[in-house]
């Protein structure tokens, strides 16, 4: 692994074709075309909504509702389908015969059929015996379908760990299970962050599928201003760009941590964008961890502001100790950690004042997650019927 | 000091499928003895070794350490690998952990050891093994004579009664061979017992008690240092020291 992605290591800064001969690198001509499809994605956005506001800023407002959806969904699902995939894997490579059939029974079976079918099946056919809610059949339906595949990503991950490293943790007397935890999990981990991340955009965009099940997410929402304004072309061709965009972003995060993983303890230059990349991962993470919290404090609130408050001391609590606990002990969070980043340089030399100052500030950005974006009383669920309304008023 | 053998191997067998790989091998170790186990690739050797620790399963024979009977027991062999250190041929470092929690690691999750005892032991053995200033570098920042250095230090923090050492230098580049053997001669020189599959025959010279000669899977010849170049018995061994010996 290490080899491969060492030949994409920065290249010194001498023009865009230093030789003519050589080819050009994979790495340049796609972070070109990241930045051309980003600028053109976002200029179109705001050209559109500055120069013709009618109907643009208005799908923009509609459509930003069902993107909240659709990362709520796509969090809470990913928390579960890693969880479930952690399982599948080690079922997979499990010693005992029984678990490792069990696992691959899942496995095969959920791999084979489509994420849109099984969907279906969940929310109507399963009705018969059992009736589940839209929201609860579709994070069922994307943890069960994607806890497949990053079950067997897990398992390569597992796979890929030479046999040397659990006999050495066998031969100092740890048991098996503590030998996955403290030596075979942890290099796994950081062998399938990159496919996981792309597991995560897959499933970002495979969400869309869960409109069929009647969820207000943002291709629904298009849907639902379209049918009714008639302004097909406008709607569809915004819901795709924000689509477009959001996965750049963090197609581009994963580009770093696949880096990450070879620069890791490696003198290799940081740039912003490295910085920036480490503050996605962690607000990710905390907003994984946060989601299942304010799903259960949600019965404790009375009125919207008080969800608000409630969402705001869990995010703010969680990232204090996620913070706190991640640098106080080894000096990097997993975002940071994830891209290859540390606060103290490796080698132990510490870094300047401004320096770290200037890390802690850029570590410290993300951190309100998108739960305290969606649980902000003026979005959600109660005022998107509201705005649903208005806009039909005004329109037909 | 009691008169049991720290290793009592009795009439061991072990098959790869069709492979007699360890054909009805009996071996005693005394404590404070150093072994050296040679012999042409293929013939046993290591298997031989692995076997002590359980990291193979034996089909025949027992295996006793410090007097107490192998079974198949999970919670036993835990135990008994806990006294008895290995170093692998390829180092098998944890490439996520630093010096210090590579050593750390077995004292603290296998003996319930406090993390500063673990740490001061940890600086303590690095600076027998000569590099304690690499307490905090990662494994692939060391060369390879360091990495084997590091892992024998991690093997002697169990506090073992025997140190297995399976082809510790044959993965080193020349150079980087005599620091290995230096540190492991020192041990021999505590007393500490040791059991090693090796060819570096200086070492054998050295600090060997009684040198093993193995070929498909039987031990032809135990002799000692000074024999084994001067008067070597059996016709296999003579053909074996003249393709190894330069």
């Known amino acids: ?396 | 000091m009691p008169d049991t053998p720290i290793v009592e191997i009795r009439n061991l067998s072990k098959r790869f499928g069709d492979l007699e790989a360890v054909n009805d091998v009996s071996l005693e170790v005394q404590r404070g003895e150093v072994v050296v186990i040679i012999g042409p690739s293929g013939s046993g050797k290591s298997t031989l070794l692995r076997c002590i620790n359980r990291l193979e399963s034996a089909n025949g024979g027992t295996i006793s350490i410090d007097g107490e009977i192998l079974t198949r027991d999970e919670k036993q062999i835990n135990h008994i690998r806990a006294e008895v250190g290995m170093v692998f041929q390829q180092f098998n470092l944890f490439p996520h952990k630093t010096v210090l929690e590579n050593i750390t690691l077995g004292p603290i999750i296998v003996k319930g050891m406090e993390e500063g005892a673990a740490e001061t032991l940890a600086h303590t053995l690095l600076a027998k093994v000569g590099i304690p200033e690499k307490a905090d570098a990662y494994p692939e920042q060391l060369s390879g004579g360091q990495q084997q250095r590091v892992a024998i230090a991690r093997a002697l923090a169990m506090e073992p009664k025997i140190m297995l050492f399976d082809e510790p230098t044959s993965a080193l580049d020349p150079e980087m061979i005599k620091e290995v053997l230096d540190v492991m001669l020192d041990l021999a020189r505590e007393g500490m017992t040791m059991l090693v599959v090796s060819h570096e025959m200086g070492f054998a010279r050295a600090a060997a008690h009684r040198i093993v000669f193995m070929d498909q899977g039987q031990i032809v010849e135990i002799t000692t240092p000074e024999e084994l170049f001067t008067a070597p018995k059996h016709e296999r061994l003579k053909r074996f020291l003249s393709q190894i010996l330069p």
């Not at chain 1, 930045?35 to 923009?60: H, M, N, Q, R, T």
């Not at chain 1, 099946?121 to 929201?135: C, E, T």
């Not at chain 1, 999990?185 to 399938?192: D, E, G, L, M, S």
Request: glycine share 8%; net charge positive.
């Open chain 1, 1 to 396: 692994m290490t080899s491969q992605l060492e030949s994409e290591a920065p290249r010194p800064h001498t023009g865009v074709w230093q030789d003519d001969s050589a080819a050009i690198p994979r790495e340049r001509s796609l972070m070109i075309a990241w930045w051309i499809a980003l600028a053109l994605g976002v200029s179109f956005i705001v050209g559109a909504v500055v120069f013709k506001p009618d109907p643009y800023s208005e799908i923009v407002r509609f459509i930003g509702d069902g993107l909240v959806v659709t990362f709520q969904m796509t969090i809470t699902s990913m928390l579960f389908a890693l969880l479930l995939g952690l399982l599948a894997g080690l079922g997979r490579t499990a010693p005992s015969l029984p678990i490792n059939v069990a696992a691959s029974l899942y496995v095969e079976i959920i791999r084979g059929i489509p994420l849109l079918v099984q969907l279906f099946w969940i929310y109507y056919a399963l009705s018969k015996f059992l009736r589940l809610g839209p929201n609860l059949s579709a994070i069922l339906g994307l943890t069960i379908c994607y806890g497949a595949y990053i079950g067997e990503t897990f398992r390569a991950g597992i796979q890929s760990i030479p046999k040397g490293q659990m006999e050495a943790a066998r031969a100092l007397g740890l048991t098996r299970g503590q030998a996955m935890r403290h030596v075979i999990v942890p290099q796994a981990v950081r062998i399938i962050l990159p496919p996981v991340g792309n597991e995560f955009i897959a499933m970002l965009k495979d969400s869309s599928l869960v409109s069929v099940l009647a969820i207000s997410d943002m291709l629904r929402r298009g849907r639902e201003y379209a049918s009714r304004t008639f302004a097909y072309f406008e709607t569809y061709t915004m819901v795709a760009l924000v689509y477009l965009l959001v996965t750049l972003v963090f197609s581009r995060v994963v580009h770093y941590i696949e880096q990450g993983m070879s620069r890791q303890r490696k003198d290799a230059p940081v740039t912003v964008m490295h910085r920036l990349s480490a503050v996605v991962v962690d607000f990710v993470i905390v907003d994984l961890i946060a989601t299942p919290i304010i799903a259960a404090m949600r019965g404790l609130a009375v009125t919207p502001a008080m969800t608000f408050t409630l969402t705001a001391a869990v995010i703010g609590g969680l990232t204090a100790a996620y913070l706190l606990g991640f640098w106080s002990k080894r000096g990097q969070t997993p975002g940071m950690m994830s891209v290859g980043l540390r606060l103290v340089d490796a080698g132990g030399s510490i870094p300047s004042i401004g320096q770290a100052v200037g890390r802690l500030l850029i570590s410290l950005l993300p951190i309100p997650g998108l739960s305290l974006i969606w649980a902000h009383p003026t979005l959600g669920a109660a005022p998107l019927q509201d705005r649903l309304t208005r806009t039909t008023m005004v329109r037909v």
